[in-house]
């Protein structure tokens, strides 16, 4: 009698064991800690895991797995995690090509996804597959708006653009033109180059033919650099300007000197010491920042590693409200999640201030982008 009371026993621990493993919460993460989008994928991986190991008193399981910048990769990871890890929220890709092919996957399994790339496509227009899909940066219209704005009152006319060969370029260029047109700006030149690049002299000599006033490389992390370093070379001295997808210290250190004087949009992360106390996210990003520096060190902050720190806190909102409703490991809790995450209001983030809405799956305003400059190595907030 004994011996079997003791086997009960253990199969009641053995049952315990197993409904708590299914209480946890299952986090899978797909981001490009190598290949070319590294500089912008190791911030990133850095900052999961700063992130929280429970939420509402349900233990967080993350499973990080690495794309190397390929979208092929991205795609296997994330039905991995779908399939394998039976994760309740999918968190990536680094980079925009990567970030819509995996929109199909997350999707189809009913899996609510936030990504950390920047392409308004990710989540518009809204449909039934973009209805799971979130994203924490900055979509390129507002940061096209803010640098054409800036192109105007500096007496820009004219503009060389050059971007990405793929879905990243692409998008800021058709988003560029709007916002050049309704400032009076003229794009009299319109070149790509293919993130793994060695050479755009070509690109560049077509660019410098047009004499434009300024030009804008629509690239991200350190292959955005070799088209201004080429420019630099080829003695090109109009306005230089890049987007939110190189404000992180690697591009400042293969830059050098060729990317002094350059303006970009930047999320309020990059520069949140020089902001006035009177601005809303100046306390929400020092909070990511001291997170950070205290794991990597002083000035180790990158605007990417902020990105999936803003989609943490995103998730952290999201999950008791969830818990209300089901429990995790099952559809209605990812369900529930989705439509957590939906009904976010005024959250303070590291890059913003998150409200969405049934056709809003970014949830940023204006109070999201600042306009800075390189100097002397460094970012310079311009009021």
Known sequence: MKSF????????????????AQADINVGVTLSATGPAASLGIPEKNTIALMPKTIAGQKINYVVLD?????????SNTRKLIADSKV????????????????DVASEAKVPMISMAASARIVEPMDDKRKWIFKTPQNDIMMSLAIAEHMGKTGVKTVGFIGFSDAYGE??????????????????????????????????LKLMSAKPDAILVAGSGTPAALPQKTLKERGYAGKMYQTHGVANADFLRVGGKDVEGTFLPAGPVLVAEQLPTSNPVRKSAQAYIAAYEAAHG????????????????????AVPVALKTAQPGTPEFRAALRDALEKIHELPGAHGIFTMSPTDHLGLDQRGRVMVKIENGTWKYQP
Not at 11 to 17: G, K, Y
Not at 67 to 75: E, F, K, L, R, Y
Not at 308 to 317: E, I, P, R, S, Y
């Open 298 to 317: 002083k000035n180790s902050v990158s605007t990417f590693g902020a990105h999936a720190w803003d989609a943490g806190l995103l998730m952290a909102a």
């Open 171 to 204: 998008g800021w260029f058709q988003e560029f033109t709007k916002a050049a047109e309704l400032k009076g700006l003229k794009i009299i030149a319109n070149e790509r180059f293919g993130r793994t690049d060695t050479s755009v002299t070509g690109q560049v």
């Open 88 to 103: 309740d929220v999918v968190l990536g890709s680094t980079v925009t090509p990567a970030s819509l092919a995996m929109i």
């Open 5 to 20: 009371k003791k086997k009960i026993l253990a199969l009641a621990s053995l049952l315990s064991l197993a409904v708590a």
């Open 67 to 75: 794309d190397a910048s390929d979208t092929t990769a991205a795609v």
